[in-house]
């Protein structure tokens, strides 16, 4: 009597494990490589995750979507470059370093990444201690700055802007703390200046001139134009009055479009499905998010010079942005 038992319960767990795969809808894993949690990458990527999640689809297929924190556009370049995720947000300088082997990646071309479409400008805030004394770039002479970690888009423009207005990297004290971390140093009196390109208002940022008054520092003058000859994905932006408590009047600086990137390998129905569903469900992510009142089919191919993957490119040429 147990043996028929002991049949019967074994039959019926095979019956539904073989079942189960007929009716249980594959699923396909997409992530979006972002940033740190005190930066624009990652909330607006969570929530890139939920809308793609919730409106493409795959047919029998089930899409789902993850945000993952990171190390921001040089290292998510790498990881695209690997096909070690599926998607990335990368800074557009980054991203044409990245696929024409130059600056961090010289001789390390990443021809594999493809552009899916420009998200939003990211702005370079300089955010300094009131009591620090500073009120232009180059009174950062003698004092500590954050820049990221070395080898980051961040460290690199923090040495172009030195360079422009005639310092060194020797002039400052330099600190490699993330935007949160930079944030709480601010906070604490153990850091003078952090360098911080995020869209804005960035969490790490209005956080920290919730509770302590803070300075934003123009980037603006002659020493610009030599930047943006030697950056030529950044142009010239404006920090309005009241992004954050205490600014009271606009702010002067550069900023660089945002880029959502992936790799060669995607398939190309799945690139076609990311892109149409970012697109086409803009106006539901500028209801939760700032930044994405900034995202446009229009602006879709700006400061783009990677190819396109050929599924964006497919989308574009039926809105008629590629001929």
């Known amino acids: ?9 074994a039959v019926a767990a095979l019956t539904l494990a073989v079942a189960a795969p007929a009716t249980a809808a594959e699923r396909v894993f997409v992530g979006i490589a972002t940033g740190g949690t005190g930066g624009t990458y990652y909330p607006l990527g969570g929530m890139l995750a939920q809308l793609i999640s919730n409106t493409v689809d795959l047919g029998d297929k089930k899409l789902s979507a993850t945000a993952e924190t ?7 370049a790498g990881l695209l470059g690997r096909g070690e995720i599926e998607t990335a947000f990368v800074a ?4 044409d370093a990245a696929y024409h082997g130059k600056n961090q990646f010289d001789g390390k071309a990443q021809d594999k990444i493809r552009a899916l479409g420009a998200l939003y400008p990211e702005t370079v805030q300089l955010v300094a201690r009131t009591g620090a004394g500073m009120s232009s770039f180059e009174d950062l002479k003698g004092h500590s700055v954050s820049s990221g970690s070395p080898g980051s888009g961040q460290w690199q423009l923090l040495g172009d802007l030195l360079n422009v207005a005639g310092l060194k990297r020797e002039d400052v004290s330099e600190d490699y703390s993330s935007f949160s971390q930079s944030a709480e140093k ?4 153990n850091l003078d200046a952090s360098l911080i390109t995020a869209g804005a208002p960035t969490a790490s940022i ?6 302590h008054d803070i300075t934003v520092l123009p980037i603006a003058g002659p020493a610009v134009d030599e930047l943006l000859k030697v950056q030529p994905y950044y142009a010239r932006a404006t920090l309005p009055a009241g992004t954050y408590k205490g600014l009271d009047k606009d702010v002067q600086t550069i900023a660089v479009r945002a880029i959502w990137a992936t790799h060669a390998d995607l398939p190309e129905d799945l690139a076609y499905a990311l892109t149409k569903a970012l697109y086409e469900n803009t106006e539901t992510l500028a209801k939760v998010h700032v930044k ?23 989308y574009y040429r039926e809105k008629g942005l590629v001929k």
């Open 1 to 9: 009597m147990k043996k028929s038992i002991i049949r019967a319960c």
């Open 70 to 76: 990171g190390n921001a556009s040089v290292a998510n």
């Open 92 to 95: 557009a300088d980054i991203l």
């Open 186 to 189: 601010i906070a604490d009196g």
């Open 206 to 211: 209005t956080e920290l001139a919730n509770a």
């Open 292 to 314: 994405g009142k900034e995202i446009t089919l229009e602006s879709a191919l700006e400061s783009i010079s990677v190819p396109l993957h050929p599924g964006a490119e497919r």
